[in-house]
């Protein structure tokens, strides 16, 4: 059975960076594509990017964030620079059609 775990979000201040983990167990992520996404209050969940063959990003995170994986660790990260106050959401990894409980991410003073 396949479970995505994903963590690392938290508060920051407008221009700060987090580095947000998904960790995926009972199935390798290797050579398969796996996606983030997010949704903040109010709004409806929304793709952020995603990695497989190569990476692919969302217009509104292109160059601020990016995505890479370790296949031995089973694990994908989000590295997201140069925070706005309009990040501030639940941030989901979604791997097989399964999602996780997602990471609270926060910009804010």
């Known amino acids: 059975q396949v479970q995505v775990v994903e963590s690392g979000g938290g508060l920051v201040q407008p221009g700060g960076s987090l580095r947000l983990s998904c960790v995926v167990s009972?199935?390798?992520?290797?050579?398969?594509?796996i996606v983030w996404y997010r949704q903040a209050p109010g709004q409806e969940r929304e793709w952020v990017g995603g990695s497989w063959m190569g990476n692919d990003y969302a217009s509104f995170v292109q160059v601020r964030f990016k995505i890479s994986r370790d296949n031995d660790k089973n694990t994908v990260y989000l590295q997201m620079n140069s925070l706005k106050p309009e990040d501030t959401a639940v941030y989901y990894c979604n791997f097989k059609d399964t999602w996780g409980k997602g990471t609270q991410v926060t910009v804010s003073l």
């Open positions: 009972g199935r390798t992520i290797r050579g398969q594509p």
